[in-house]
């Protein structure tokens, strides 16, 4: 789990944290005890790695925790403005499983600070512009959250697959 502890907060907000860590656990799992080249390795028809979808859930909770903080214009900035959809699901230069996973784990523990601090879930701001999103919209923190926790639930589980096909290891059953 990460480094927020969920017993120093209490309600909604415990509950956010505690989900949260729970999938980010399972998405983790899988890639546990795997060799390097294992991590990025296609073992389905889809062009889907367990080192890709972890590299992936990093970004879209970062970029998530950006929306929160200052909105839509905030979501993708700095290293991964610009980036290129396919790099943020596949190995780019030297980055590693091990690199992956500890900015992971930094990306979550912030989330977990931001859900423990900021003043009012109830916080909105209108919604990027894209075609999955009707125009206008907006969300608060609150939603932004469990979309996250959306987010690595499901590719929690395109992880369990990946791995079960590698090497027959299950993280979920």
């Known amino acids: 789990m990460t480094t927020t502890e969920t017993t120093t907060l ?4 415990a509950d956010l944290v505690a989900m949260l860590d729970k999938h980010r656990f399972f998405l983790r799992n899988t890639a546990r005890g795997l060799v390097e080249g294992q991590a990025w390795e296609r073992s389905t028809v889809s062009e ?6 972890i590299k992936h859930v990093t970004d879209v909770e970062r970029g998530w925790v950006r929306f ?25 230069g030297d ?8 900015r992971y784990e930094d990306v979550a523990r912030k989330t977990n600070e931001l859900v423990a601090s900021l003043p009012d879930l109830d916080l909105a701001h209108e919604l ?5 999103f009707e125009p206008g919209a907006k969300w608060t923190a609150r939603r932004a959250f469990m979309h996250i ?16 096909a ?3 290891a299950k993280s979920m059953g």
């Open 68 to 92: 929160i903080q200052g909105g839509a214009e905030h979501m993708m900035t700095g290293d991964d403005s610009g980036q290129d959809w396919t790099d943020g699901f596949r190995k780019v």
């Open 128 to 132: 990027p512009q894209a075609p999955w």
């Open 48 to 53: 889907l790695t367990i080192g890709g979808l």
């Open 10 to 13: 209490t309600g909604e907000r």
């Open 166 to 168: 590698i090497d027959g």
């Open 95 to 102: 980055e590693s499983l091990e690199n992956l996973l500890a």
């Open 149 to 164: 926790i959306a987010e690595t639930a499901q590719h929690a589980g395109h992880a369990d697959i990946i791995r079960e």
